[in-house]
């Protein structure tokens, strides 16, 4: 699974570095190619002859070498790189990466990267449970970083608790399973509906709603990482997703007219965006100008793109989104069924951090199985990754 990958490993000052030593020797051992870059205190605990001797390559620690004036470019390494580990993270480089602070190589290749990046914290049990390290690792997982918690143990000050780095046979069987999953919808077609759509009044005026279109986004970041050719019909956003097919539309109907294009020939659906239920009858070619007091728009009801499309599925997995204010789950499996899906995706306006603009959602689960699962408040980035996974689980 990881023969030809290509693994930075980045080490951080910790006593836990020298694990990494043994990582690195079982990530060769599963042929991948290795390169490892150290943090100036990493080598307090760990020498970069050892590192550079088990991974068959130069370690990096500087922007250049001071004998030969050659520069390590980070912009290389992290454009290089299939997947991208911090470990073992120290408190301060964690704070370092959480708030954009660039005073090493290690860092300014973080900022560089475009491969995933996960992180393997190792520190004493109160500095792991202090609310700065806390904070600091939301914000890693709001830029989409993945963390891998340290475990319970002894740990080096003598105290018993939280704080151990993930022993490298647990990292080695994580990044498995990273790889893994990146193939598991290899050659599957995905076709995904973002953001709002903006219902003309006239030409200056429109009737919308809030819908930021970041699902949107993350969905489309977690199915291309999936392995799956991905297809977005974006309504009016400044979150676009990238490195896919983008069609951008404007109204209900024209996003329709799109998603028929697309259906046909897709495996996977995803109803996320947020269509306006009504559009004015008659929208005007000139801006109307203000005049009387109180000023009427007949509306009139707009296609439901997921029901119309749920009448022509064959074989595709549907999933649909349910944004509710009451009666929460009564409406979401009553859409489940009506809409024909196979999955839909409740979230409530009434729990906090969750719906539209923000980075969180907090979301339950339904499938057509009766199948229920709730999960915690998480960034949009982790709901995404869990539909994706429970999508690869049931079309097996």
Excluded at 97 to 104: F, K, R, S, T, V
Excluded at 115 to 128: H, T
Excluded at 307 to 332: P, R, S, V
């Amino acid at each position: 699974m990881l023969k030809g990958k290509k693994i930075l490993l980045a080490v951080c000052g910790s006593i836990a570095a020298y694990k990494t030593a043994f990582f690195v020797r079982l990530l060769v051992k599963e042929e991948a190619e290795v390169k490892v870059i150290m943090t100036e205190s990493a080598k307090d605990f760990i020498t970069p002859l050892t590192l550079a001797t088990l991974s068959k390559n130069p370690v990096y620690s500087n922007y250049f070498e001071e004998d030969s004036g050659e520069w390590n470019n980070h912009v290389e390494l992290g454009l290089w790189a299939d997947l991208m580990i911090v470990a073992p993270l120290s408190a301060n480089t964690l704070g370092k990466m959480a708030n954009g602070i660039c005073d090493n190589l290690l860092l300014a290749t973080y900022l560089s990267a475009k491969c995933p990046v996960m992180v393997a914290p190792a520190m004493d049990l109160d500095m792991y449970k202090h609310p700065s390290t806390v904070e600091n690792l939301k914000k890693l997982q709001s830029f989409g970083n993945e963390v891998i918690e340290a475990t319970e143990g002894e740990l080096a000050s003598g105290l018993v608790g939280q704080g151990r780095m993930a022993e490298p046979e647990e990292l080695l069987e994580i990044l498995k399973k990273k790889f893994r999953n990146s193939e598991a919808l290899k050659n599957k077609k995905v076709l995904i509906t973002s953001g709002p759509t903006h219902e003309a009044i006239d030409p200056v005026r429109f009737i919308g709603n809030h819908s930021s279109g970041k699902m949107g986004v993350a969905l489309s970041d977690a199915f291309r990482n999936a392995g799956a050719e991905v297809s977005v019909i974006s309504g009016p956003s400044q979150y676009v997703p990238e490195n896919v097919e983008v069609v951008k539309v404007n109204s209900a109907k024209e996003m329709l007219a799109e998603a028929e294009k697309k259906y046909k020939d897709c495996d996977i659906a995803v109803f996320a965006a947020a269509v306006a239920d009504y559009r004015p009858a008659d929208p005007k070619s000139e801006k109307i100008k203000k005049s009387e007091d109180s000023f009427e728009i007949n509306l009139v009801k707009n296609p439901d793109i997921a029901f119309e499309l749920g009448q022509k599925k064959n074989g595709q997995f549907n999933i649909g989104f349910a944004l509710e204010t009451n009666k929460e789950e009564t409406h979401a499996k009553e859409k489940l069924e009506k809409k024909n899906f196979d999955l839909i995706v409740l979230n409530s306006l009434n729990d906090s951090g969750a719906g539209f603009q923000n980075d969180t959602n907090k979301v339950t689960f339904f499938d057509k199985n009766n199948k229920e699962v709730k999960f915690e408040l998480k960034s949009k980035k982790e709901v995404a990754a869990d539909i994706v996974d429970y999508t690869i689980q049931q079309i097996k």
